[in-house]
C-alpha cells in the first residue's frame, strides 16, 4: 500500500510522431504506431494498457501523419451507421471501442526533433503533475504487468521512474542503458546512478536497456528545454534523465520489467509481436498455430524450399 501521500499520475503522453524509418516504406504515408498487430493499430494495445492502469486522460504527441492517428480515436459515422443496417453488431462494438477508451487530446510535435522534445511537446496539457509517457510503438504484453508497478514506484519515492529490460550485452548499445545500485529489498526496484544513450561497444555500464514506458515528474519540463540536441542531432530523454541523476535533486528509479515487449518499429519484433498476439486472439488463435504448427514442418517452414526473400 502506497503512504507516502504523493499525487499519483492521472495522465498518460504518448508519443507517436517519430519518423520510422526502419520501417520504410510501410511507414511513408501512415505513422508506424498505426500499424495492425492482427486486428488492432499498435497504439491501441498502448491506450489500451494506460486505461487499465487507470490513466484515462491521454495526450498523443502526433506528427506529419497525424489523420489517421486522429480518426482512429475518433467517431467513423458512416461505418457504424453501415454496420447498424446490416445487424453486424460484433464488427460495430469492436470499431467503437477505440473511440470509447478514454479521453485522447493530441498535440504536434512540428518537427520530429527527438523524443525528449516530444514530451516536452506536452507541458502545457500536463502542467504540474506527474504523468506517465508510454511509446506509441513499444507493446508490453498484457499479462506482465509493468505500468502499475511504476506509478506505485513513482508514488513511494517520488523523482522520475524508468522501465529497464535486461538484454544481451551485444545489443545493449541499441538503447538507453542505466546503471544502478539496490534500493530498499525489492529486488525488481533499484535507483539509477547513471544513465546513457546507446553506448559505444565496451563502454555500457550494464546491460539494462531502458524500455519505452516512463513515469516522469514534472521539473523534467525544465531539464528538458534545457538539453542540448545529442545523438542523432535529436533532444533526448535520456540525456534530460541522465542530469536529473547528477542534480541529485529530483532522482531516477527503475523498475526491472521482467516480462515480453516488443518493439513494433522494428520488422522482426513486429512479426513476433503478431505472431504471439494471433495465436492468443479469441476468433483466430486456433486456427492460426494450428496452420503455424503444420507449416513449420514443411521444407518451406524448415528454410529447405520456397521463395527467394525479398
Ligand atoms: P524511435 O526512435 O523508435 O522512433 O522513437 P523513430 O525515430 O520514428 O524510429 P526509426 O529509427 O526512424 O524507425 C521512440 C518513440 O518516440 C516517438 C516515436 O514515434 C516512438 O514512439 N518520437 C520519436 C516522437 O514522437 N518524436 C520524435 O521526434 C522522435
Aim: hydrophobic residues 40%.
Amino acid at each position: 500500500m502506497i503512504t507516502s501521500g504523493r499525487p499519483r499520475a492521472q495522465k498518460a503522453v504518448i508519443p507517436a510522431a517519430g519518423l520510422g524509418t526502419r520501417f520504410l516504406p510501410a511507414t511513408k504515408a501512415i505513422p508506424k504506431e498505426m500499424l495492425p498487430v492482427v486486428d488492432k493499430p499498435a497504439i491501441q494495445y498502448v491506450v489500451e494498457e494506460a486505461v487499465r492502469a487507470g490513466l484515462t486522460n491521454l495526450l498523443t504527441i502526433t506528427g506529419r501523419n497525424k489523420v489517421a492517428l486522429e480518426n482512429h480515436f475518433d467517431r467513423h459515422w458512416e461505418l457504424e451507421q453501415a454496420l447498424e443496417q446490416k445487424g453486424d453488431v460484433n464488427r460495430l462494438r469492436r470499431v467503437q471501442k477505440s473511440q470509447m477508451l478514454g479521453e485522447v487530446h493530441f498535440v504536434r510535435q512540428g518537427e520530429p526533433r527527438g523524443l525528449g522534445h516530444a514530451v516536452l511537446c506536452a507541458q502545457a496539457h500536463v502542467g504540474q503533475e506527474p504523468f506517465a509517457v508510454l511509446l506509441g510503438d513499444d507493446l508490453i504484453d498484457e499479462g506482465d504487468p509493468l505500468l502499475e508497478p511504476m506509478l506505485d514506484a513513482q508514488q513511494r519515492h517520488g523523482g522520475n521512474v524508468i522501465a529497464l529490460m535486461e538484454v544481451p550485452p551485444e545489443q545493449i548499445h541499441l538503447y538507453g542503458c542505466a546503471a544502478v545500485e539496490p534500493v530498499d529489498n525489492d529486488g525488481d526496484v533499484v535507483r539509477v546512478t547513471g544513465l546513457v544513450e546507446k553506448p559505444a561497444p565496451g563502454e555500457a555500464p550494464s546491460n539494462l536497456a531502458i524500455i519505452g514506458r516512463y513515469v516522469l515528474d514534472p521539473s523534467i519540463f525544465d531539464l528538458l528545454s534545457r538539453t542540448q540536441p545529442g545523438r542523432g542531432g535529436e533532444i533526448q530523454l535520456t540525456d534530460a534523465l541522465a542530469e536529473s541523476t547528477r542534480s541529485g535533486e529530483v532522482g531516477v528509479v527503475g523498475v526491472i520489467f521482467k516480462g515480453h515487449r516488443y518493439d513494433t518499429g522494428d520488422r522482426l519484433d513486429y512479426l513476433k509481436a503478431m505472431t504471439r498476439l494471433a495465436v492468443r486472439h479469441r476468433e483466430v488463435g486456433d486456427e492460426f498455430r494450428e496452420w503455424l504448427l503444420e507449416w513449420v514442418n514443411t521444407p518451406e517452414g524448415q528454410g529447405t524450399e520456397g521463395s527467394a526473400p525479398h
